[in-house]
């Protein structure tokens, strides 16, 4: 029986061994677990704030979207008034084309050549120099 006893002893205190042995690895491993989460919650808060950079990037990318939205607007209406003005500078020339060419234009003519003669003749030296064109080279 002695040897019966002995071998459980023996058995008994291998098994608080390993046992020991194995509670000291699990208070190493909740140790090293205990640690990572801490890092992990270090972690969330980096990735908290990056994300909140990352909105707040959004937010002012999406702001000067409606600020180009809004140039864009109006250099299309600024198109919009130039092609107008051009139009109407067309219509314009056209009738001061026709205006200088018609009645009007020869009668002014005509003003402008007695006023030349007469500063020429009383000397003032007030006039225009102009030259006579031919009719040749007037508009149409």
Same mark, same amino acid.
Request: aromatic residues 2%.
């Given at each position: 029986?002695?040897?019966?006893?002995? $071998?459980?002893? $023996?058995?008994?205190?291998?098994?608080?061994?390993?046992?020991?042995?194995?509670?000291?690895? %699990? $208070?190493?491993?909740?140790?090293?677990?205990?640690?990572?989460?801490?890092?992990?919650?270090?972690?969330?808060?980096?990735?908290?704030?990056?994300?909140?950079?990352?909105?707040?990037?959004?937010?002012?990318?999406?702001?000067?979207?409606?600020?180009?939205? @809004?140039?864009?607007?109006? %250099?299309?209406?600024?198109?919009?008034? %130039?092609?107008?003005? @051009?139009?109407?500078?067309?219509?314009?020339?056209?009738?001061?084309?026709?205006?200088?060419?018609?009645?009007?234009?020869?009668?002014?003519?005509?003003?402008?050549?007695?006023?030349?003669?007469?500063?020429?003749?009383?000397?003032?030296?007030?006039?225009?120099?102009?030259?006579?064109?031919?009719?040749?080279?007037?508009?149409?």
């Amino acid at each position: 029986m002695t040897v019966a006893a002995l $071998i459980a002893a $023996i058995s008994f205190a291998l098994l608080a061994v390993v046992g020991v042995a194995a509670l000291i690895g %699990m $208070i190493r491993l909740m140790g090293t677990s205990r640690r990572l989460l801490e890092r992990g919650d270090v972690l969330l808060e980096r990735a908290s704030a990056v994300v909140d950079g990352a909105q707040d990037a959004v937010g002012r990318a999406s702001r000067q979207l409606d600020a180009a939205e @809004a140039v864009t607007a109006s %250099m299309d209406e600024l198109g919009e008034g %130039m092609a107008e003005l @051009a139009g109407q500078v067309g219509a314009l020339a056209g009738f001061g084309r026709t205006l200088a060419a018609g009645p009007v234009g020869r009668a002014a003519a005509v003003a402008y050549g007695i006023r030349h003669a007469t500063a020429l003749r009383r000397g003032r030296r007030a006039a225009l120099p102009g030259r006579v064109v031919s009719r040749a080279e007037v508009p149409r």
